[in-house]
Structures are given as C-alpha cells and as structure tokens.
C-alpha cells in the first residue's frame, strides 16, 4: 500500500460532517402530504415514528449537518473506505477508461448501509427510545440496523420480504446474531401482513408490505420507533460520507471523472456517492455526466410515473411526490433484493425531473455477467445490487474501447456477495431469468394511485 493511500485511510479523513443537497438545488422539492388531510406533514405527524432530531435533519435548509463524536466513533470500525482503481478489469476488457470504484463491503455487516444505521440508532437512544422496528429486502439493512442498535443497546425488531427471507437464510442469521428479531413479511404478527396473507397465503412479500408492518408496530408503541434504509432525506444525508471522501481521495490522485454510475432502488447508495459531486458540479468546478442504474424488473424511474403515492402498501406512511410503479406493486422475485422498492426517494425524483442525472434499466443476467467478470479479474464478489452499476460501467468502458476515449468512470461497490452466492450459483448454472414486465401489470398498481 502507497504512503499516498495510507494517508487517506487514515480515521482522521472521516468527514465531519453530512452534506444536505437541498440548499443547492434549482428548486425546492415538493413536500410530503399527510394521508387523511393532504396537507404538508408537519414534525408532530413524523414525531409517532421518528426521534425530534431526524425529523429536524428531514427538513433541514442547512448545507453541512455536524456529525456527532460518537457516531464517528463507531464509523471509525471501517472508516474512511478505499477507493480502488480496477487496473485488472480495465486489462480484461482491453479499455483506455479508467475504472474506480468506492468499496463498502468493509463495513461490520458488508455495505453501506451503516453509514445511516448507526446516527438513527444513535439518535433514538439519545430521546430515550427502548427499540427500533424496520423493514429489509436483501438483508444488508436489517443487518445493519441490527448492528446499529447493539452498539447503542436498543431491541430490533425486523420483518424480512418473505423472497429474501428465504434465499438468503444467513443474512437472517446475522441479524439474530447482532440481537435482533426478525420475521418473514407478511406475517401473521401484524394486521397489515394478515390481511395480506389472506388474500394470499404464498405471497412473496415486498418493501411496501413489510414497511406496513414495522410502521404498524411502531406507530403503536411509546418506546418504540421506526428506523428507514432509504428513500428519505434524512438518509440518504448520511450516505454522503461516501462521496465527500471519494472526492478527497480522487483528487490524491490526481483525477476527475467524466462519467459516476451508482445502482438505484430507494436512493441511498447513488445519493451518497453522486451528492458531494452534484454539489461541485452546481458550483461550476467539474461537470461529469451521472447516471442511475435500475433493475429492468422494478423500474420506478424508466417506467414508473412521477406522482404523490403511498411509501408503504397499507397506505399508513405520508404521501410523497415520487418516481412510483404504485405501491400496491409487488415485484418478481429477482435477486437483488435491496432494489425491489416500488418507489424511488422523493429527493431524487425531483432532481431526475430537473435533468440532474439519467437513468437506465438492466436485466439480471447482464448484471451477474458483470459480477462474474468483476470477482475474476477485482477478486470482489459484488453483491447483486451494485452489479447493475458495474454492468452499466463495463457497457461504457466497452464503448471507450471503440472509440479510444480515456475516460474516467467512478462507482460505488456498496456490498460484498458473500450472502448471495445461491444467487449466483442459478447464474453460472444458467437456470437465473430476466423478467420481462409486462405494461400491463404497471398499469394495474398505477390505477391505485391516490389521487392527489
């Protein structure tokens, strides 16, 4: 390792504080509306589910958020991350572009995702909260929140999208090892998943069904509140430490990209890396080109309709102004789990609708291609999810090739495959599908809109 690169592992480059995008946009976001009276949800309609100071960071007009010492003091088990150039897969493809990559699988549950888990568990243990409930599709939140609430000796209470929960057994394990419980969503622990289960008793679950569930058992309960992976401000805030380092750390050497990739299910991942640089970019400083990667299985951005919708399928949550496929929507049970969201984050729907960044969708197989590709040459076994970005990066690089262009491409590996090797055991066997979405189905939880 260079003296170079271990200056910029140093714990001392973790940022201090989180980037809010809001302040620098064009425009303001819409805001989201209560249910009933469809007016804009005030703090005490979020105070049944979130701690005062979330809320405070949810709607803040503040550009930088101070870290607290002892959330730093945690992050400091894995950061600051490396960022790697894949000089080795840049050889296999025989391209000119040169590839980053901002790697997250170091984190104690393997993503990203505790760059948020451990400040709103931190965050509910300081207002005196005795246990957090969530939702999870692959498992690297819920293992992660569960991780969190350890650290700050809260009870987790998880319920798992039912597809997940049976692919991915140890994903659940881990989470029981971090103390958490965990159910299968729907459950018959919750009105909300009974009803679903009723209906259909092998339903295979959703991220709306199962934040039905965890927003059910939270909004019930005085010392107890919810916890979200993506989707709102507040998180996808947290997530920025990533691209304020990555930025640090490209600059060592001497770079600037051309092109940033980042996969695309609720928003967390993406805005975590591409924020910090759509903030330089607004400020005239460099102008790459952005691009969101969705699954072609669950495309709320290329298929999905710009419209107030429901963030759960019960319709508890507040009505938010989003890039949606309905949220009675359940999607084909494809592997990367983390990405089958129904709904895209209300923040970044607005910025796709001002032009900020591009989105495209990508089959599975094309994606666990680009994961295979990648562990041979990067020795990394991505997780499914950030496959569709290094899909999307090989497409480009690819295209460098033909025309010699020396591009420079960034993206974030926000999670290690170590849980999801059945996965890609159905790719090299070659029994793994794409899901061809009919319109049809689209249109079907569309109709369900509420209409705002």
């Known amino acids: 390792m260079s003296e170079a690169t271990r200056v910029l592992l140093d714990e001392s480059r973790i940022p201090r504080a989180w980037y809010n995008i809001v302040p620098d946009l064009p425009a303001p976001p819409p805001p989201p509306l209560h249910p009933g009276t469809r007016e804009p949800v005030g703090p005490e309609d979020l105070a049944p589910l979130f701690p005062m100071d979330l809320i405070a960071q949810e ?134 998943g009974s009803a679903i289960l009723a209906e259909n008793p092998d339903s295979p679950g959703s991220l709306g069904i199962a934040i039905s569930e965890a927003v059910e058992v939270a909004g019930g309960a005085d010392d107890t509140r919810y916890a979200l992976g993506s989707v709102l401000n507040h998180v996808l805030m947290h997530q920025t430490v990533i691209g304020e380092e990555a930025l640090e750390q490209l600059a060592a050497f001497g770079e600037t ?103 495209v969708a990508k089959g599975q197989r094309e994606c666990f291609e680009a994961g295979v590709r990648f562990a041979r040459t990067e020795g990394i076994v991505p997780a499914p999810e950030p496959t569709h970005a290094l899909a999307e990066a090989i497409s480009e690089a690819l295209r460098c090739k033909e025309t010699g262009e020396e591009k420079v491409i960034l993206t974030a590996l926000c999670g290690h495959g170590h849980f999801d090797l059945n996965a890609y055991d159905r790719y090299l066997s070659g029994a793994m599908e794409d899901f061809e979405l009919p319109q049809d189905r689209i249109e079907e939880a569309l109709a369900t809109l509420p209409g705002v």
Request: proline share 8%; net charge positive; hydrophobic share 35%.
């Open 257 to 359: 990209p051309d092109l940033i990739i980042g996969c695309t299910g609720g928003g967390s991942n993406f805005a975590g890396l591409t924020f910090p640089f759509i903030r330089e970019k607004l400020a005239g400083r460099i102008s790459p080109e952005i691009r969101a990667v969705e699954p072609a299985a669950c495309p709320s951005f290329t298929r999905g309709r710009y419209a107030y919708d429901f963030g759960d399928t019960a319709g508890f949550t507040p009505l938010l102004k989003m890039h949606t496929l309905g949220h009675g929507f359940v999607p084909d049970p494809i592997h990367a789990g983390g990405l089958r969201y129904h709904g895209m984050s209300p923040l970044l729907s607005h910025m796709y609708e001002l032009g900020m960044f591009q989105a």
């Open 59 to 192: 709607v803040s007009a503040e550009r930088f958020v101070a870290i607290p010492d002892a959330v730093r003091d945690v992050y400091r088990l894995w950061r600051p991350t490396p960022l790697i150039r894949a000089r080795r897969l840049e050889r296999a493809l025989g391209t000119p572009a040169r590839i980053y990559y901002k790697y997250e699988g170091g984190s104690p549950a393997g993503s990203h995702k505790p760059n948020t888990a451990v400040p709103q568990a931190y965050y509910n243990a300081q207002q005196g909260i005795r246990r957090l409930t969530t939702e999870t599709g692959a498992g690297q939140w819920g293992s992660s929140l569960a991780f969190a609430c350890a650290q700050f000796g809260l009870e987790c209470e998880i319920w798992m999208v039912r597809a997940s929960y049976d692919q991915k057994p140890h994903r659940r394990s881990l989470m029981q090892v971090y103390g958490a419980t965990v159910h299968a969503s729907p459950s018959p622990v919750t009105k909300a």
